[in-house]
């Protein structure tokens, strides 16, 4: 198992853009399998103790994942939506993300996330560009933790992956 893979997270406030290449010791089929199977999906992307739910994923372009955030306790304490924009399968895919409620009401505005899968040598590198409307909305994720939160969900990931490889 190579432990020794590539993290970067970069902000870049002229651009509203966060920045993350990160690399995963996985073929490209598998990592992808892993950001696009709600079942998969649901294991990694919350921070523990958190929990994700999705409620339901329809992965095309059009498409949807509406899922929440679940507390340790089984409490729904954020609702978000992921509509799809663009789908290249196994190199990128493209979605806008918003917050919204339990009834699937946006709480606009979003972040557009653009994610490239690239592989070489059996080591998976996944490059996520998220654009924010606005340097304020970027600030505000930013504090509410998302380069903690997210980077404790990727390192779920590799954990993840290293079992399915099995």
Known sequence: MNTNLLFDFTVD????TVNIKREFDANRELVWEA???PEILDQWWAPKPYQSKTKYMDFKVGGRRFYAMVSPEGVEIGWHIQDYTSISPKTNFKFLS???DKDENPNLPG???DLNFSE???TTTV???IYNESRERMEKMIEMGFKEGFTMGLNQLDGLLANLKK
């Open 13 to 16: 406030k002229e651009s509203n």
């Open 111 to 113: 972040s557009d996330w």
């Open 98 to 100: 918003v917050f919204a």
């Open 120 to 122: 070489l040598n059996g």
């Open 35 to 37: 950001w696009t199977n």
């Open 127 to 129: 490059h996520i560009s």
